[in-house]
């Protein structure tokens, strides 16, 4: 069963940066064949899509609040996607969640419909 785990999360000044890691383990076929995103959400609420890696490595969506702050890579031969973000507020303390897909489209990447496989969240706390 594919599994997704997050790490490098816990408490940042605002201001301040935090990376981000997503590691993926029993997968079915090649890292590379899977699309990654990046979503985040807030107890209570919807989660929210912040960017995606196509399956062909290529980046696209990012949100609009994150804009300008993440940098995101990607490692196949690790099975892993990072994900920094500068300039940390307070809106950005919640739980970052990875997920991945073997059969998303360009246009579908949004979507939480898109992904059959989550990871369980990173805790991300913002101190003011």
């Known amino acids: 069963q594919v599994q997704l785990v997050e790490s490098g999360g816990g408490l940042v000044q605002a201001g301040g940066s935090l990376r981000l890691s997503c590691a993926a383990s029993g997968l079915e076929r090649s890292f590379s064949r899977y699309a990654v995103a990046w979503f985040r959400q807030t107890p209570g609420s919807e989660r929210e899509f912040i960017v995606a890696f196509t399956r062909s490595g290529a980046i696209t969506g990012y949100a609009d609040p994150v804009q300008g702050r993440v940098t995101i890579a990607r490692d196949n031969a690790k099975n892993t996607i990072y994900l920094q973000m500068n300039g940390r507020k307070p809106e950005d303390a919640t739980v970052y969640s990875c997920?991945?897909?073997?059969?998303?489209?360009?246009?579908?990447?949004?979507?939480?419909?898109?992904?059959?496989?989550w990871g369980d969240g990173n805790q991300v706390t913002v101190s003011s």
């Open positions: 997920a991945a897909s073997g059969t998303a489209i360009l246009s579908g990447l949004r979507t939480l419909g898109a992904y059959a496989n």
